[in-house]
């Protein structure tokens, strides 16, 4: 097992389905990983099974290499914090310079939970696509905080454990570029159809970037990039 195997953090959104597609291409098995934790719809965990599903159709190889899902239940998550993610609220800059969908230390839980589940199945390297360039500003997506948890992970569980975060340094044009690499028009058409970043659960017009408000943060981050990458293809 060892560095043959890998863990992906899988939520539905463009950027994890691109880094589970990544993972695909190189280990030799690769699980996922989910967290329910009150997000303010559902729309994410109900479009896992299916991504996963569509990816496993569409490319045979990856299908061989695909194994078990997992979700964890982090209520505890959204008993504790007050973000725009987890309740009801329009999202907004607050005085810490932070957005309100900022959950402290989301991603050292996250990732701390995945190794935890991972420690016991042999895997020892586990994969998320948090990014730097971000538009957020997430100090739980440097690269800085993930490589310095790695070094407490494999210290805390006396086995040795990478994360690999395969956009850090990649902006969202970038991120569809590497769909295409990897998948081909057929990853691309499937990030489109099926994966979902919108804050909220609308899914009811298709632009061509996809599905979403087209009026949230991340609808606005996954259009730009979406156009950025459409004008440098031609
Ligand atoms: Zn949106």
């Not at 964890?72 to 993610?85: F, I």
């Not at 298709?206 to 009026?215: I, T």
Request: proline share 4%; hydrophobic share 40%; with cysteine.
């Amino acid at each position: 097992m060892g560095a043959t195997t890998s863990l992906v953090l899988f939520s539905a959104g463009q950027d994890s389905t691109v880094c589970l597609a990544w993972a695909l291409e190189r280990f030799a098995r690769v699980e996922t990983i989910g967290f329910a934790y009150g997000q303010r719809h559902s729309v994410e965990m109900a479009q896992r099974p299916l991504i996963r599903a569509k990816l496993a159709e569409g490319f045979p190889t990856w299908a061989a290499r695909l194994g078990e899902d997992h979700v964890l239940e982090l209520a505890a998550l959204s008993a504790m914090s007050d973000t725009a993610l987890t309740r009801q609220a329009e999202f907004q800059m607050t005085a810490t310079g932070l957005p309100n969908t900022f959950v402290p230390g989301r991603n050292l839980l996250f990732f701390t939970y995945a190794a935890a589940l991972a420690y016991g199945r042999g895997i020892r390297t586990l994969v998320g696509g948090m990014c730097e360039t971000d538009f957020s500003g997430y100090p739980d997506c440097r690269n800085d905080t993930l490589q310095t948890l790695a070094k407490a992970i494999s210290l805390g569980m006396a086995a040795q454990f990478a994360i690999e975060t395969p956009l850090m340094r990649t902006d969202k044009a970038g991120t569809w570029a590497m769909a295409q690499r990897l998948g081909g028009a057929p990853l691309v058409d499937l990030i489109v159809e099926h994966t979902h970043s919108c804050y909220t659960p609308e899914r009811t017009t298709r632009r061509a970037w996809g599905y979403g408000c087209g009026r949230c943060p991340a609808c606005a981050l996954r259009q730009k990039g979406w156009e950025k990458w459409q004008i440098g293809k031609t």
